[in-house]
T-cell receptor
Framework: GQQLNQSPQSMFIQEGEDVSMNCTSS?????WLWYKQDPGEGPVLLIA?????ELTSNGRLTAQFGITRKDSFLNISASIPSDVGIYFCAGTTNSGNTPLVFGKGTRLSVIA | DAGVTQSPTHLIKTRGQHVTLRCSPI?????VSWYQQVLGQGPQFIFQYYEKEERGRGNFPDRFSARQFPNYSSELNVNALLLGDSALYLC???????????????FGEGSWLTVV
């Protein structure tokens, strides 16, 4: 099935460092969503973006909806050990929400 | 309020068997979607239901079917199980289906299916 291009695939960082990951698509999306998934659990919604150019923060997390509507990034500032997990971007081309197209995920490891 | 609830959480089936997975959406949400997530990949869309009608279907064989009940809960059925059907099956709920912008999608914990 279709998937977004998400990078990097994995990251090892020191606690306190900032993290950046991004997603690109060949198609225009109307909605971008960022999820975090811990082992054995379902994805948890972090940030939702609905307008091109929109920049939204949720605590130490900041995400932006690219102007071209074909990309999005997620930044995590001052990482902590509980940030460990897999981060997924997801987008939809419909004016509604589904179906979501997901990236392959970015596996984040934080070294204390 | 309870989030999206799924059952069972884990199950093991034999090739050729049938499986039924269940999902209850967040209270007030009328749309339920199903996704399959194999190890190392992002979730793949299987079905969306809104107001008990199928509103979307992903690229999955006819062995996969689903339905939504009047209380908006949903079942995913898979017949003639194959080894490759082993995956985490995720249910997601949202307020509305297509044509409504600005809604967000919330996932359940998933049902881990192992086919042996």
């Amino acid at each position: 099935g279709q998937q977004l291009n998400q990078s990097p695939q994995s990251m090892f960082i020191q606690e306190g460092e900032d993290v950046s990951m991004n997603c690109t698509s060949s198609s225009i999306f109307n909605t971008w969503l960022w999820y975090k998934q811990d082992p054995g659990e379902g994805p948890v919604l972090l940030i939702a973006l609905y307008k091109a150019g929109e920049l939204t923060s949720n605590g130490r997390l900041t995400a932006q909806f690219g102007i071209t509507r074909k990309d999005s990034f997620l930044n995590i500032s001052a990482s902590i050990p509980s940030d460990v997990g897999i981060y997924f971007c997801a987008g939809t081309t419909n004016s509604g929400n589904t179906p979501l197209v997901f990236g392959k995920g970015t596996r984040l490891s934080v070294i204390a | 309020d309870a989030g999206v609830t799924q059952s069972p959480t884990h199950l093991i089936k034999t090739r050729g068997q049938h499986v039924t997975l269940r999902c209850s959406p967040i209270s007030g949400h009328k749309s339920v979607s199903w996704y399959q997530q194999v190890l190392g990949q992002g979730p793949q869309f299987i079905f969306q239901y809104y107001e008990k009608e199928e509103r979307g279907r992903g690229n999955f064989p006819d062995r996969f079917s689903a339905r939504q009940f009047p209380n908006y809960s949903s079942e995913l059925n898979v017949n003639a199980l194959l080894l490759g059907d082993s995956a985490l099956y995720l249910c997601a709920s949202s307020l509305a289906g297509r044509g409504i912008s600005g809604n967000t999608i919330y996932f359940g914990e998933g049902s881990w299916l192992t086919v042996v």
